[in-house]
């Protein structure tokens, strides 16, 4: 808004950052990255890795690079603690001439150095000594010379000196302090989803023709992202959790979690042409429209909650013929949606009637029985005394993907910080509940420490699908006690590779992440993978983002920061914890609901695992509306083998539409994007992420209208388009 180019990024406290950030800081026109972490808590090997030592660090796609700088002082050298009555340390020759000692020691080659200026603690006060400060330390020194600078300054400077010679570093820097958002389980996963409908929502809006507000959106996002910012809570969180500051700072955190799902609602309304109400429906709606935001043809089974089905009998298609549907035990109404061309839907009229029952068995189990789902596709065999999933085949391999005398989905309780201490759950009852054609459910129930009144666990499959989507509800216990849980998946693989997905890069563990990475857990952006040569199960999770591999690596502070991730093929679904000292949630109670997503598969194809993560997080769509409404249809269409569109908007500033492509593969990828009917587009033009034309040269030129765009392996890349 000022004018001034942002050409440099600051990061503090907080130490690792997810490798998706490289091509996001390029694209933006940012050069430079500063971090300034923690000094000591929860850092892993990060400062001792990194400190000082500056390097080109590079995209998933090598595209792009972003200079980076981990600053050995972190953000906090000259911090004096909360209270600022007495600011102890400030520019200081003690403090300068130590650092510099430091730096000299080690041979530092470069001439210059940089320091964060920081006083008193992390919501410290400006120094308005400080020009003054340096001005006379500059007249009494020869060196080192001390220069007020702005980041961009410094490294500009930096790079002048020695940008040829710094090394040129690839991976994923994990983070550290991510497993902190596992202390507000049931609002991280409000965020989460709330940023997923976002994304849709404004796909929606394409396929539509309805206008949003762009202020209303940036809004939106506004609360999902003052959500998911470190941190959850105040300073005194755990030491005090009944403290009147905390449970007011908590309040507000929470709201914006609130807030973002009220807003995406509203705006998914407003897409949808929907009239907001909380009324329930007194009428059946005239039909029934089922839609695709995505630009790949899509046909799934479609459940319309019972409040929404209760008046409808069933559906006709387009030709009047009756749709094959299924009642279910809940009084939800499954549907069979074929066929729907991208960004585009299909129509289905409603004939009112009456809610019927269910055939399902709904009948409870003895003690130790079990149940079998089998659509035909995947065989899911859960046991009777754990509940877990005793076996799980997909029928074209026959290949059991559950290591004999294991279960799936255990449930695990750490007591304390010691994971040597884990407890898994108690007895089980199991039952078959919908039984087919199109939708076969398990309902099971067990003994769960942790918990008020145990885990009730629903394991569903769906007709013409590998898709096993397990949904876990409980009553979580309050306790400000140390305490983890954990949903245990081991696989029966050979010796094979883990693939964790990140936002624009998936990456692999050991391999693929930078020195000083965090090996004990991680966050996914949708989901992870372990296979071997010839099959292999994936994990989607949008509710729980975090995962440990091979065995439970957490309480770091117990089980110690590991210099590598345990190879073993067992999956950890990292559902909540209050492990932290300060600033997030001392503990957590109450009813929560997470979901999380199994698709067991032949040869790991990275592009088929991103695009089946993505069906997951912005499944097909449903709308009531009146037969004369229009049908949506696609704003444009876009072909590639591999690539996924990321993105599809209004461009906020003119005509046109924002595309975003992104390639989840090792191979090139040839798109094209052609207009609604198919015909070449007025123009597609590469752009920032804002819109804003890229100048022609090299691999800014801008595309053709109508011809094949090349997308390197892992790029992403934006377009403006005028069909």
Same mark, same amino acid.
């Given at each position: 808004e000022a004018g001034v180019p942002l050409r440099s990024a600051m990061f503090s406290d907080i130490p690792g950052m997810s490798w998706g950030v490289v091509p996001t800081l390029a694209q933006l026109g940012v050069r430079y990255l500063s971090l300034g972490p923690n000094r000591g808590h929860r850092i892993g090997s990060f400062l001792d890795t990194w400190a000082d030592r500056p390097f080109w660090w590079e995209s998933p796609s090598g595209q792009e690079r972003v200079l980076t700088w981990v600053h050995g002082g972190g953000y906090s050298i000259f911090h004096t603690g909360l209270g600022y009555e007495h600011l102890e340390k400030r520019l200081d020759e003690e403090l300068i001439l130590a650092y510099a000692d430091t730096l000299a020691a080690r041979g530092w080659p470069h001439g210059i150095a940089g320091v964060r200026y920081n006083i008193g603690s992390d919501n410290g006060p400006p120094d308005s000594t400080l020009s003054a400060t340096v001005a006379a330390w500059n007249e009494r020194h020869v060196t080192p010379r001390i220069v007020i600078s702005s980041v961009t300054e410094l490294f500009e400077a930096l790079e002048v000196r020695a940008g040829d010679v710094l090394p040129v570093v690839r991976g994923d820097l994990t983070g550290y302090w991510e497993d902190g958002a596992a202390s507000s389980a049931r609002e991280t996963a409000m965020a989460r989803r709330s940023a997923e409908s976002l994304v849709q929502t404004e796909a929606l809006a394409a396929m539509t023709g309805i206008q949003l507000s762009a202020d209303e959106l940036d809004a939106a996002w506004r609360e999902v992202l003052l959500f998911? +910012?470190? #941190?959850?809570?105040? /300073?005194?969180?755990?030491? *005090?959790?009944?403290? +009147?500051? #905390?449970?007011?700072? /908590?309040?507000?955190?929470? *709201?914006?979690?609130?807030?973002?799902?009220?807003?995406?609602?509203?705006?998914?309304?407003?897409?949808?042409?929907?009239?907001?109400?909380?009324?329930?429906?007194?009428?059946?709606?005239?039909?029934i429209d089922v839609l695709n935001s995505t630009q790949w043809e899509r046909s799934g089974v479609i459940v319309l909650p019972a409040e929404a089905a209760g008046l409808i009998d069933d559906l006709l298609d387009a030709n009047g013929a009756e749709v094959e549907s299924q009642r279910l035990a809940d009084g939800s109404l499954a549907f069979p949606a074929g066929a729907i061309p991208p960004w585009s839907g299909v129509r289905y009229r409603v004939r009112p009637g009456g809610a019927t029952a269910s055939d399902a068995d709904a009948s409870a189990r003895s003690p130790g029985s079990g149940a079998t789902l089998d659509n035909g596709r995947v065989r899911v065999v859960l046991d009777g005394r754990s509940g877990g999933i005793a076996s799980l085949q997909r029928l074209a391999q026959g290949r059991e993907l559950v290591p004999a005398g294991e279960v799936m989905d255990e449930y695990l309780y750490v007591p304390g910080r010691d994971p040597a201490a884990v407890e898994a759950g108690g007895s089980a009852s199991v039952r078959l509940v919908d039984s087919g054609p199109l939708v076969w459910t398990a309902a099971v129930t067990r003994q769960a420490p942790g918990t008020e009144d145990g885990l009730e666990t629903r394991v569903r499959l769906f007709a013409g699908s590998d898709r096993v989507e397990i949904t876990h509800r409980f009553d979580?216990?309050?306790?400000?006690?140390?305490?983890?849980?954990?949903?245990?998946?081991?696989?029966?693989?050979?010796?094979?590779?883990t693939v964790v997905s990140g936002p624009f890069g998936a990456w692999r563990p050991d391999t693929e992440q930078a020195p000083g990475a965090n090996h004990n857990y991680a966050t996914l952006e949708r989901w992870a993978d372990l296979h071997d040569e010839a099959d292999g199960l994936q994990f989607v999770s949008v509710d729980i983002p975090g995962i440990q591999l091979g065995s439970i690596g957490t309480d770091a502070t117990v089980a110690g920061w590991r210099e590598s991730t345990d190879p073993a093929p067992v999956l950890y679904s990292y559902v909540m914890n209050n492990y932290w000292e300060t600033n997030y949630r001392a503990g957590q109670d109450g009813p929560h609901e997470l979901q999380y997503t199994l698709r067991p598969h032949a040869e790991f194809d990275e592009a088929e695992a991103e695009r089946f993560a993505l069906q997951v997080a912005q499944?097909?769509?449903?709308?009531?509306?009146?037969?004369?409404?229009?049908?949506?249809?696609p704003p444009l269409r876009v072909s590639a083998d591999r690539a996924v569109v990321t993105l599809l908007r209004v461009h906020d500033d003119g005509p046109g539409l924002l595309l975003r492509l992104y390639n989840p593969s090792d191979e090139t990828d040839s798109v094209r994007v052609a207009g609604p009917d198919g015909s070449p587009p007025a123009s597609v033009v590469r752009s920032d992420p804002w819109g804003e034309p890229i100048e022609a040269d090299g691999a800014g030129e801008p595309a053709s209208a109508g011809g094949p765009i090349s997308l390197a392996p892992r790029e992403v890349a934006t377009f403006l388009v005028e069909p």
């Open positions: 998911l +910012e470190h #941190t959850w809570g105040s /300073w005194n969180s755990v030491s *005090e959790p009944e403290a +009147e500051f #905390t449970i007011a700072q /908590w309040e507000r955190k929470k *709201e914006f979690a609130e807030s973002a799902v009220a807003q995406s609602d509203r705006l998914r309304r407003r897409a949808l042409g929907s009239a907001p109400t909380d009324a329930p429906a007194t009428r059946p709606p005239a039909a979580k216990t309050m306790t400000y006690d140390p305490e983890a849980v954990l949903l245990r998946l081991p696989v029966a693989i050979e010796p094979g590779s499944p097909l769509v449903t709308r009531a509306t009146e037969l004369a409404a229009p049908i949506p249809g």
